[in-house]
């Protein structure tokens, strides 16, 4: 039997989650569910300077409304818990204390002027590389050039110390990854990494692949700027004695700026008016919320799908692809090397698609709320007729109240451009005549409606063509829309009536 597909999302809770992180996310949660393996939520918090009240809660609760949830986390728990790494400190000393027991890892106990006195010296000296590692580490105040009882002492004393890695020499690192083919790095220019830090908390790179391993990850997805460091991750694997149940690495090409040049940034979105977060995300260190898609009213289906587009193909043309269709076509082959441009317009496409296919009833009930909330009463037919009638036009929701809200107020105002080159003593007479023909029952019918108004533009010597933009600038204020007949219908004859003749009042 196979071995069951285990992969893991693993994000830091430094802040927001952007919305590469999210894609990171969904396709991981994509091949777990199409593999029918787990999807695992790690919180990476191992570097406490930078960690932010609130970041994992804001996490799990964006990954919640994407309906890309995890199958074990910390707060689902799970067979590889904990699974905050602050929890798993003692599981990271054991793996330390077997490196240094080894000789693939060591004490350090260089000061910070020791430090940058080494990096002064090297760039001085134009060395080809200038690094603690291989070239440099036995000039340096380390358990590999004290003598042993100095380094016994030393550790007694609570002097403060790192452990770090002794990279061997002379070795080629192999990272095989699904996306990017084989990468080759010389163990030459990796320098002698800190893996664990003064404060006896690890690095990212041990922590990282000690719980890869431990929690039997099968397949690395993240982000391609990860790639760097995957050959350093190929060696802990070696020297850890784990070089074969390594997981699969595929890294994810970049999100692109609209331009299509270099990676995107939140200063790219605040640039453009798009949000970067899925769900706003308030930073408590600045006290500022910044709106997500959510706010925005993107539908979770639509951020989905576009995301699911942004470094993937499904290798035909189709475009529009529900989250279990994703589940079911979805695999790391077809993930594209090329970094993804973020065209917004593109996201909102997907929304008016997705906004479109949300039943009816919901969309009725839902603009009944709003209208209600703005202070206007609304019977339910006439909210579902706005809804049916508008539906075509929206991208949003918001665009429901916003095309649709001349229903419940009357125009303050009249589009001037329009009213100068489109209204008349002619056209008002039309109306006029027009408004008096009006019944119920004749504007139940949009046929009948039509038919009314043009054999009394007839009568006048008019066109269909000369009078509809009067008559829409009187019952809408606007000049752009919906069908008029539609809206008539929905207006009614006595409020058509009455529009009619206040504009006839206003603009004459
Ligand atoms: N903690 C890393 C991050 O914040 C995880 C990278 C990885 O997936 O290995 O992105």
Redesign the pocket.
């Known amino acids: 039997m196979a071995k069951e597909v285990r992969v893991r999302f ?3 809770p430094t802040g927001g989650l952007h919305i590469g ?1 999210v894609r990171t996310a969904l396709y991981n949660y994509l091949f777990a569910r199409n593999r029918g393996g787990k999807f695992i939520l790690r919180i ?1 918090d191992t570097d406490q300077s930078r960690k932010v009240d609130g970041a994992e809660e804001y996490i799990v609760e964006a990954l919640a409304w994407l309906g890309i949830e995890p199958d074990e986390s910390p707060q689902k728990g799970g067979v590889s818990g904990p699974y905050r790494q602050s929890e798993r400190l003692a599981h990271y000393r054991q793996y330390i204390d077997q490196l240094l027991a080894a000789g693939h890892a060591y004490y350090a106990f260089d000061t910070p002027q020791e430090l940058t006195a080494m990096r002064e010296k090297l760039q001085q000296e134009k060395a080809a590389i200038q690094q603690y590692g291989i070239s440099t580490r036995m000039g340096m105040r380390n358990s590999l050039t004290l003598p042993q009882a100095e380094v016994e002492a030393l550790l007694k004393s609570g002097t403060p110390y790192v452990v770090r890695l002794k990279v061997p020499e002379g070795q080629t690192l192999v990272v095989d990854d699904v996306v990017r083919g084989q990468v080759k790095v010389e163990s030459a220019i990796i320098d002698d990494k800190v893996l664990l830090k003064a404060d006896g908390y690890p690095t ?1 790179h041990l922590a ?1 692949v000690v719980d890869d391993h431990l929690m039997q990850i099968t397949h ?1 997805i ?2 391609e700027e ?1 790639l760097p460091s995957a050959p350093l991750h190929v060696l802990l694997y070696q020297l850890l004695g784990w070089q074969n149940e390594m997981p699969r690495f595929a890294h994810l090409p970049l999100l692109l700026k609209p331009e299509g040049t270099g990676k995107l940034s939140k200063r790219d979105a605040d640039k453009h008016g798009f949000p970067i977060f899925p769900i706003a995300w308030h930073d408590p260190r600045t006290g500022n919320t910044a709106d997500g898609f959510r706010e925005h009213g993107y539908l979770p289906e639509a951020v989905v799908n576009f995301l699911a587009l942004l470094g993937w193909n499904p290798g035909t043309e189709e475009e529009v692809f529900a989250l279990p269709r994703l589940v079911e076509i979805f695999d790391l082959q077809r993930i594209n090397k090329a970094g993804a441009k973020f065209d917004i317009e593109k996201a909102k496409w997907y929304n008016q698609i997705y906004l479109r296919q949300q039943p009816a009833d919901q969309l009725t009930r839902q603009f009944l709320a709003e209208i209600k909330q703005k202070g206007h009463a609304c019977s339910e037919a006439k909210a579902r007729a706005i809804v049916a009638l508008l539906l075509e036009r929206v991208t949003f929701f918001a665009d429901f109240w916003n095309q649709g809200q001349f229903f419940f107020v009357l125009p303050a105002e009249y589009d001037r451009q329009m009213a100068r080159k489109k209204w008349g003593r002619e056209v008002a007479r039309v109306l006029s005549a027009f408004a008096r023909k009006l019944t119920g029952e004749r504007v139940a019918d949009t046929d009948a409606t039509k038919q009314a108004l043009w054999e009394v533009a007839n009568e006048h010597g008019l066109g269909l063509g000369k009078v509809m933009p009067g008559l829409r600038l009187a019952l809408t204020g606007g000049s752009g829309g919906p069908d008029l007949m539609q809206i008539i219908k929905i207006l009614g004859a006595e409020e058509t009536a009455n529009r009619i003749q206040k504009a006839i009042a206003t603009l004459n």
């Open positions: 693993a994000p830091s992180g990476e990212y990282n690395v993240r982000g990860w």
